[in-house]
Nanobody, 124 residues
Framework: QVQLVESGGGLAQAGGSLTLSCTASGNHGYSYSMGWLRQIPGKEREFVAVISWSGGNKVYGDSVRGRFTISRDNAKTTVHLQINHLKPEDTAVYYC?????????????????WGQGTQVTVSS
């Protein structure tokens, strides 16, 4: 069974930077896209970013484009999300997720696996 484990969350100050990481353990046996969603308190979970298996296709949510950068390591098992110019409204639980196969995901209905989430809190 494949597990996704997030790390890197915590408390940060507005204007600063933070990097989240997620490592997939277990044997997939196939390609998969990896990415992030987040749930802001009181709101529905929203798409943040996704990166394809090859790393050549990256898509960002409208609310984070320009400040967030997603990347993937050469082994394909770890994905990073660099968050720059943090804002208090970035406070959320960030979930790592994956979609098996060659297609990327853009919403949670397309996901095959989730992590437990990591809390990011941005103070003003």
């Amino acid at each position: 069974q494949v597990q996704l484990v997030e790390s890197g969350g915590g408390l940060a100050q507005a204007g600063g930077s933070l990097t989240l990481s997620c490592t997939a353990s277990g044997n997939h046996g196939y390609s998969y896209s990896m990415g992030w969603l987040r749930q802001i308190p009181g709101k529905e979970r929203e798409f943040v970013a996704v990166i394809s298996w090859s790393g050549g296709n990256k898509v960002y949510g409208d609310s984070v484009r320009g400040r967030f950068t997603i990347s993937r390591d050469n082994a394909k098992t770890t994905v990073h999300l660099q968050i720059n110019h943090l804002k208090p409204e970035d406070t959320a639980v960030y979930y790592c997720a994956e979609r098996w196969g060659s297609q990327i995901f853009k919403d949670e209905t397309q996901l095959d696996n989730w992590g437990q989430g990591t809390q990011v809190t941005v103070s003003s």
